[in-house]
């Protein structure tokens, strides 16, 4: 229910009562919004519900509140929703991303400044907390006889909550490297979108000659990674990985993927 103005005197209904001691309670809309809110000035004492199956905002503009006007938040939908400054200011000490079940309180200290709290009690310092996982594998044999960097078909797309959050980026790739008669290197590396972020300089595995005349080297294993990045954006974000030999001479390449073996990629946002 919204804040109540009385006037000197003035004798309150049933109606009024009740509607008072529902803001008193934190009572809210019995309808919950489904869709990106703007805030309104009935929202003063009142609890607001989202409920989205999908990403949501919910934004804050000046001159609708008063100096110590609250308003309680309350995620019940499986989409995340993030407090969002329009034209008035946030501040926090946690995270204005809300995910399922989550609740806050803005408390405002101006018209156009307020404060936001989580209702977890997350402190200043007190971030890294799991707000999204995203997991994506492959089984597509890929062969790389290059001596470039190459997609190896190994992808997955998140779209953050927060632009401060990390992503911490998890790699387990199978590959499959073969040359005759002579060593060869592989290497591999993360790209965000089309920015390499972690680059194999010595190259992740090495086929050596061991003394035979002719000899043909083969190398199956798993690559595994482990890389935090920061992409400062809630846009959606597509990382991959790419693969190249130092070789090709001699049939010098690597498959990865090889017999469909599986390799995997998880992106797990970390509030900030």
Known sequence: MAKQTFTTGQVLTASQMQSLQATAMGGGSATAKTASYVLVAADAGATVIMNSASATTITVNTSLFSAGDTVFIQNIGAGVSTITAGSATVNTASSLALAQYESGTLYFTAAGASIFSKADGAAAGGGGKVLQVVTASTTTATTVASTSYTDTTLTATITPTSATSTILV???????????????????????????????????????????????????????????????????????????????????????????????????????
Do not use: C, H, M
């Open 170 to 272: 998890l790699v387990s790739q199978y590959s499959f490297q073969s040359r005759v008669q002579a060593s060869v290197n592989a290497g591999i590396r993360i790209l965000r979108g089309a920015t390499a972020v972690y680059n194999d300089a010595k190259n992740s595995s090495r086929l050596t000659v061991i003394g035979i005349a002719t000899p043909e080297l083969y190398l199956g294993l798993y690559t595994n990674l482990t890389y935090k990045d920061s992409p400062a954006t809630t846009s959606a974000t597509t990382y991959k990985t790419q693969g190249k030999v130092s070789s090709t001479a001699d049939s010098g390449q690597v498959v990865y993927q090889d017999d469909s073996t599986p390799s995997t990629i998880t992106l797990l946002e970390i509030g900030a």
